[in-house]
């Protein structure tokens, strides 16, 4: 999300601190004009929403963090002062009286959830030919130490409706008569989902995989991509479905077509059977090739069955974060071959 933000900077600013949840910016010179902060607001409150709508559409990690994401909001606080530069043990940082209130400016007296603040001194005073959206109240706050501060914000309310529509993922493509098995597992299912959606733990439990290649700085969501290795073939897979209930958890995902194999949908389906005990359903859905379906369908049943009994052993290792821990071993020698199968 700050990443987001920082993208979208257009007025040359640069970053002095990222503080927690919000990134403090300066740029030295001239004053930006107003027009030039409104274009930068617009910018950054647009980049931001995208990026709560995309992740809110293809998240696939369901804890408390990462399922309330959509309520996160933004705020603008714009200064224009003074600062010190300081350099401490090769880290930069800005000090001195203006940079102490734009920080005081954070605790205000405005009402709004989403809102741009410029302080009194930090704009010109030409309040025409303002964006749609601007609709300037005056509002001040007293600080210990500083005094009385006055202010002008407004809402960011009016930018929603210029937040684009979000492209629609992949469809899962189902066929009538999938290949199909089950196991019951004895965990919770937010444990079992947890477990089945690590890209790590798959090498594991997946019989005939010998790795998982992917971009492990990314968080895996809906179209993430992932390669599984396999001794005489690579598929290529795609995340592109997750529902989330309180009783039931599903998980998709495609795989390119390849020599050996026609492309396929994957979907894993959770039920619960109480707090400690669930139900996984796998279903494989072949799209197009008959001929490749009928050859490799039994051995692909088998395949799934021998994978479903490893999974569930694995799995019931409670808890399931300290199974994880305990497989890194394995799991940093599977990495260690990433280059082997790479190719």
Not at 112 to 123: C, K, V
């Amino acid at each position: 999300m700050l990443e987001s933000i920082i993208d979208n900077n257009i007025l040359g600013l640069k970053v002095a601190e990222i503080e927690g949840d919000a990134v403090f910016f300066y740029r030295k010179g001239q004053m930006p004009s107003a027009q030039e902060l409104y274009q930068q607001t617009e910018q950054m409150y647009i980049a931001f929403h995208q990026q709560l709508m995309l992740y809110e559409r293809d998240r696939i990690c369901s804890c408390g963090a990462c399922s309330t994401v959509n309520n996160l909001k933004i705020k603008f606080i714009s200064h224009y002062g003074d600062v010190v530069e300081r350099t401490i043990y090769n880290h930069f940082q800005l000090m001195g009286s203006d940079v102490t209130l734009v920080h005081k400016l954070l605790k205000n007296n405005i009402n709004e959830n989403e809102y741009l603040l410029f302080s009194d001194n930090d704009h010109d005073k030409k309040l025409n030919n303002l964006p749609y959206w601007v609709k300037f109240e005056s509002e001040s706050s007293e600080y210990l130490g500083i005094g009385k501060v006055t202010y002008r914000f407004t809402s960011l309310k009016g930018l929603k409706k210029q937040i684009p529509v979000l492209t629609p993922r992949r469809k899962f493509e189902s066929i009538d008569n999938p290949i199909s098995t089950s196991i019951s597992i004895n965990v919770g299912i937010v444990d079992a989902f947890t477990f089945l959606t690590d890209l790590d733990s798959k090498a594991l439990w997946m019989n005939g995989l010998k790795n998982v290649k992917y971009k492990p700085e990314r968080i895996d969501r809906i179209g993430t991509l992932h390669d599984c290795i396999l001794p005489l073939n690579t598929l290529h897979f795609e995340s592109i479905e997750n529902s989330i209930s309180n009783d039931q958890m599903i998980y998709s995902e495609y795989a390119e077509a390849s020599v050996l194999f026609p492309a396929f949908y994957q979907k894993f389906i959770l039920n619960k059977i109480d707090e400690n005990n669930c139900k996984l359903k796998v279903e494989i859905h072949f799209k197009g090739s008959f001929i490749k379906e009928t050859m490799i369908r039994v051995g692909m049943k088998n395949v799934l069955k021998g994978s479903l009994k490893k999974f569930k052993k694995l799995c019931e290792k409670e808890p399931v974060s300290e199974t994880v821990e305990q497989l890194k071993p394995e799991l940093r020698r599977l990495r260690a071959n990433k280059n082997k199968y790479a190719k």
